[in-house]
Each structure stands twice: as structure tokens, then as C-alpha cells.
């Protein structure tokens, strides 16, 4: 199994900035691709930003200019680096990992437990 632990959270004023970190530990052989997604309230949950291990970059057109998505391939760790925030950018922001777990290709999904982020004056 894969473990996530997501931090970086909290509340932020309108144009503010905020950095989320995600560290995936456990039966790692490869990390295909990070990602984090995010749920507003009432909302379906919905792409933020992926990279792939070759670094590969896809934002969702919300955010693109405002959010950077980055990773540690060392460290097993993805960032997501929100500038100019705006009230509807409030959501339970989850990382998610698509990872092979051992030589013979065995893959498998799985999710952190999300990190609340709301942006209000």
C-alpha cells in the first residue's frame, strides 16, 4: 500500500498564495503521475494539476497562470503552489498518485485525505 500525507492548508485573504506538499511513502517502485484534485462545497471533485514522472504538466484552464505544480522525485513528494487565490478556489484539495508498486507492473491509485483551503476576507 501507498500512503499520503497531505499539509499545507488553512485560510488566505483573496490574492493570497498558499503551498501544499503531499509525501507518498510505502510500496513504491515508480510514481507514474501526481496530481491534486479539489471538491468545493457542493461540487463534484474536479482536476487541479498532474506531472508525470518525466515532467509533464497539465493544469485545469482555472488555474492556469495562478497554480504550479511541481515534484521531489527523491523525496516522493508533490507540491502545488497556489498564487492569487480567489474565494472560489475554496475547496478540500486532495493528492492523488498513480503508482507501480513493483517490477512486474503492478499499479495502483490512491488518495490523501485531503487539506481544507479557503480563501475569504
Known amino acids: 500500500q501507498v500512503q499520503l500525507v497531505e499539509s499545507g492548508g488553512g485560510l488566505v485573504q483573496p490574492g493570497g498564495s498558499l503551498r501544499l506538499s503531499c509525501a507518498a511513502s510505502?510500496?513504491?517502485?515508480?510514481?507514474?503521475?501526481m496530481a491534486w484534485y479539489r471538491q468545493g462545497p457542493g461540487k463534484e471533485r474536479e482536476l487541479v494539476a498532474r506531472?508525470?514522472?518525466?515532467?509533464?504538466?497539465i493544469y485545469a484552464d482555472f488555474v492556469k497562470d495562478r497554480f504550479t505544480i511541481s515534484r521531489d522525485n527523491v523525496q516522493n513528494t508533490v507540491y502545488l503552489q497556489m498564487n492569487s487565490l480567489k474565494p472560489d478556489d475554496t475547496a478540500v484539495y486532495y493528492c492523488n498518485v498513480f503508482v507501480q508498486t513493483n517490477l512486474y507492473g503492478t499499479t495502483g491509485d490512491f488518495w490523501g485525505q485531503g487539506t481544507q483551503v479557503t480563501v475569504s476576507s
Open positions: 506531472i508525470t514522472s518525466g515532467g509533464t504538466r
Open positions: 510505502g510500496s513504491i517502485f515508480r510514481l507514474v503521475a
